[in-house]
């Protein structure tokens, strides 16, 4: 089994700046491609970023630029530090892990709440 414990999300002003961060824990082989996703109210759930186990990154464009995903893993964490942002920027966040385990699959992070105010 394994767990994935996201933290960091909060109330920020317009322009201002947060770090988000994902751990991963249990019974891990190796973690593969690890992201960050988001959600805004009445909205699908879309992808923020990207980073392989060698560090190659995507973005979506609305936050290339301005978001910066990160990973370390000797900690089987993921990082996601996102400046300058905006209200569009609201939503939930999720990580998503590649693991492999007994049984490789995706795992989801709980989801950690980022609100900007204008």
């Known amino acids: 089994q394994v767990q994935l414990v996201e933290s960091g999300g909060g109330l920020v002003q317009s322009g201002g700046s947060l770090r988000l961060s994902c751990a991963a824990s249990?019974?891990?082989?190796?973690?593969?491609?690890m992201g960050w996703y988001r959600q805004a109210p009445g909205k699908e759930r879309e992808l923020v970023a990207t980073i392989t186990r060698s560090g190659t990154t995507t973005y979506a464009d609305a936050v290339k630029g301005r978001f910066t995903i990160s990973r370390d893993n000797a900690r089987n964490t993921v990082y996601l530090l996102m400046n300058s942002l905006q209200p569009e920027d609201t939503g939930v966040y999720y990580c998503?892990?590649?693991?492999?385990?007994?049984?490789?699959?995706?795992?989801w992070g709980q989801g950690t709440q980022v609100t900007v105010s204008s």
């Open positions: 249990g019974i891990i082989f190796s973690i593969n491609t």
């Open positions: 998503n892990v590649g693991v492999s385990s007994y049984v490789g699959r995706n795992y």
